[in-house]
T-cell receptor, first 113, second 112 residues
Framework: GNSVTQMEGPVTLSEEAFLTINCTYT??????LFWYVQYPGEGLQLLLK?????DKGSNKGFEATYRKETTSFHLEKGSVQVSDSAVYFC????????????FGSGTQLTVLP | KAGVTQTPRYLIKTRGQQVTLSCSPI?????VSWYQQTPGQGLQFLFE???????NKGNFPGRFSGRQFSNSRSEMNVSTLELGDSALYLC???????????FGPGTRLTVT
């Protein structure tokens, strides 16, 4: 079946540091890949997505590239801010599974001033 | 456009009771999905409704059920509540085209 493996957290960085959160997936065919972010006490917000191999999703300084050969979709940001502190979820949607998303376990990011 | 709304935001119930949660999708979205989020199990898919029909169901017992109305609003019901049902229940909507899901703020259910 489909699965998503995410880098274990928590991750603590200083402001302006470089961020990488690793995400790998297992799925047949060509799933769509997503990163969602969850701030304390809130629901999930779609951060970025990629729908096919070599696509790069980007938003608010975050980027992730769909790598079919390594089945990965790592999240990166060149310079994090305190306001980026949140939980980040990698997810996949397989075209044959209606609207069901399969999520990774989430990575807690804390950015210190 | 207004986002996905969920009511109530917080709920406290006792074991054995039942509960109904409500979700209003983004205007024009016809698909509504429900997820359960717990610290131990993470985010798990419950079910998806499209045009009043359940299209997909996750691995949850029959105590968990749902429905969708003609205006795309959805409700989920949990009967005979157990302590383990304490969780954040998230609703997400998506348009017919594409597969992006947009989440509401969730309903925090506590079972005592």
């Amino acid at each position: 079946g489909n699965s998503v493996t995410q880098m274990e957290g928590p991750v603590t960085l200083s402001e302006e540091a470089f961020l990488t959160i690793n995400c790998t997936y297992t799925a047949t065919g060509y799933p769509s890949l997503f990163w969602y972010v969850q701030y304390p006490g809130e629901g999930l917000q779609l951060l970025l997505k990629a729908t096919k191999a070599d696509d790069k999703g980007s938003n608010k300084g975050f980027e992730a590239t769909y790598r079919k050969e390594t089945t990965s979709f790592h999240l990166e940001k060149g310079s994090v801010q305190v306001s980026d502190s949140a939980v980040y979820f990698c997810a996949l949607h397989h075209s044959g599974s209606a609207r069901q998303l399969t999520f990774g376990s989430g990575t807690q990011l804390t950015v210190l001033p | 456009k207004a986002g996905v709304t969920q009511t109530p935001r917080y709920l406290i119930k006792t074991r054995g009771q039942q509960v109904t949660l409500s979700c209003s999708p983004i205007s024009g979205h016809r698909s509504v999905s429900w997820y359960q989020q717990t610290p131990g199990q993470g985010l798990q898919f419950l079910f998806e409704y499209f045009s009043e029909t359940q299209r997909n169901k996750g691995n949850f017992p029959g105590r968990f059920s749902g429905r969708q109305f003609s205006n795309s609003r959805s409700e989920m019901n949990v009967s005979t509540l157990e302590l383990g049902d304490s969780a954040l229940y998230l609703c997400a909507s998506s348009a017919f085209e594409g597969d992006e899901q947009y989440f509401g703020p969730g309903t925090r259910l506590t079972v005592t």
